[in-house]
């Protein structure tokens, strides 16, 4: 096999950018052209705002009632060069949730724009078209869905405590990488309040058509869960062992 033929056929396994070949000094055009594409739609998934209004039409149209809010990050602008601001509720946010609130609930789901609003648009209600179903089936209730801009992971913990939520799950469009802008990440934190830290949030990552389906992070989210509310905690204390399911339980229909 020559040099060429084994370069390309690596190629083939993976979005990284390999084999790209030589012109001179320097890269072919079309290698130079395909990175300035992808550094244009990385940028373009930061700037790109939330399309609120289509979002909770999907949402909706699930049959699940949904709220909007905002952090106190009052534009883009602002959002990226002061993550703390992300991380908190708007003062009329935060009285529109206390309105929403009723009776405790087992789960809030914060469906945010973080760093890539196209992430949410492609990823959100396809997850939470096969989720939703699953919740209901493990007989768990559920606040309104969240709609949050300018978010940061850790605006669901305000959200959480303020829906008297025992567990918060935030679906966040994530950091953009150039071959990967339309990524999705889920946390998963038990007992939101403000002041959780990282540690005590469990993350599933990279979840798209190219890299975790829908499906099988909406499996694992419901794993996830599940066994946080039996043994009270998330975080590093937790462990992901769905794949252990996945012979016997995957191939069948989530709960409901």
Not at 49 to 65: F, H, Q
Not at 187 to 197: E, K, N, Q, S
Not at 239 to 248: H, M, T, V
Request: with cysteine.
């Amino acid at each position: 096999m020559s040099p060429e033929e084994a370069w390309r056929r690596l190629s083939a396994l993976t979005p990284a950018r390999i084999g790209l070949g030589r012109a001179g000094s320097g890269l072919p055009t079309r290698a130079v052209l395909g990175f300035a594409l992808a550094h244009a739609q990385a940028r373009d998934a930061v700037h790109t705002p939330l399309d609120v209004a289509a979002l909770r039409a999907g949402i909706e149209a699930l049959g699940l009632r949904n709220v909007a809010v905002a952090s106190a990050a009052p534009d883009r602008a602002t959002y990226l060069r002061r993550p703390d601001l992300g991380r908190r509720l708007e003062g009329l946010s935060a009285e529109r949730l206390a309105a929403a609130a009723a009776a405790p609930v087992d789960l809030a789901i914060v469906v945010a724009d973080g760093l890539s609003a196209r992430a949410i648009h492609e990823g959100a209600v396809p997850l939470l078209s096969v989720l939703a179903p699953a919740i209901a089936g493990s007989g768990w209730s559920l606040a309104p869905v969240v709609v949050a801009e300018q978010a940061r992971v850790a605006l669901g913990d305000a959200v959480g405590a303020a829906l008297k939520a025992r567990a918060v799950a935030v679906l966040i469009g994530e950091r953009p990488g150039l071959s990967s802008p339309d990524s999705l990440g889920i946390y998963l934190t038990f007992d939101p309040r403000p002041g959780r830290t990282d540690a005590e949030r469990n993350c599933l990552s990279n979840v798209r058509a190219a890299g975790l389906k829908p499906e099988l992070a909406a499996f694992k989210l419901h794993w996830l869960i599940g066994q946080a509310f039996q043994r009270g905690l998330t975080g590093v204390a937790l462990k992901d062992e769905s794949d252990r399911l996945l012979g016997a339980e995957a191939a069948t229909p989530l709960p409901g």
